[in-house]
């Protein structure tokens, strides 16, 4: 009995965790590997819950960002792994506890460092993750049977402003990150 709960649990467990990934090195992204210092906008449900600035600095297995507000105030510092985990944080006890940076330290490991084991796709029981190379931009999709946990999109133009962006997206949480470039910055690095 002991024996076929442990099985069921492995299962269970086993199940439920995310597609293996596999770290793709940068140069597979952008041409440019430099520290990039986007504009970044979040929303929920269509509402505007931040904007501000988001420098980002890519290494091969982690990422090191910045967040300040729309004058250039620091707010919070991190350093992410590649699995998501944040260390060195330095927040205010204000910004630390809206739990703000823990997100931004998930949704960059997402955008930057997790990839397909095997192009295009590689799955588990429940997940998929795919990154699928569209007319103009490339897509990242984790999916759970046929619900999408997660979509980002990485255009090289956006419609609006003429700049590359990245827009991360959780629709069953009405969650929207957009990262786009900033429109003086003539140099467009570090976007993939």
Known sequence: MRLLSL??????????SLPRTRLIPVDAYTKDHHPQLLRLRFERWGQLLFSGLIGIDRGDDYLRYILLD????????????????????????????SGLPAFLSETLQRIYLVQPTTLPCSSTFFFKLCLEQKTKNRQKILSAGPFTVFKIVYTQTCPTTDQPSIIFSQPWLGIRLTLRARPNDSRKRGMP
Do not use: P, Y
Not at 7 to 16: P, R, S
Not at 80 to 97: C, F, H, P, W, Y
């Open 70 to 97: 729309g004058s250039g105030i620091t707010l919070a510092r991190a350093r992410v792994d590649q699995d998501g985990n944040s260390s060195d944080l330095k927040a205010g006890t204000m910004i630390r506890e």
């Open 7 to 16: 099985l069921l649990l492995l299962f269970i467990c086993g199940g439920c």
